[in-house]
């Protein structure tokens, strides 16, 4: 996940505990990483997973008119 200066933390968090399965303490403390950082990793999953959990983020994103950006990279 990459960070914006425009998404809200809220909704980065919403998106991890949703799309990614995390509790509210895991969620916020990958949305401060990616925040400080400006980029972090939500998880490691099969190549068909990570594929359909970047493709929700980036729906998800536009349907709310945010700019998130989520990507998939090779471990």
Known sequence: MLNDDYTPM???VHVLENIFG?????????????????????G???YEVA???VNRVM??????????????EKD
């Not at 950082?37 to 939500?42: E, I, Q």
């Not at 729906?59 to 998939?72: V, Y």
């Open 10 to 12: 809220e909704f980065v």
């Open 22 to 42: 995390m509790n509210q303490d895991e969620a916020t403390n990958v949305m401060l990483h990616v925040h400080q950082r400006g980029v972090g990793v939500c």
């Open 51 to 53: 594929e359909t959990k």
């Open 59 to 72: 729906d998800s994103a536009q349907k709310n008119q945010h700019p998130l950006q989520c990507t998939l």
């Open 44 to 46: 490691v999953f099969t």
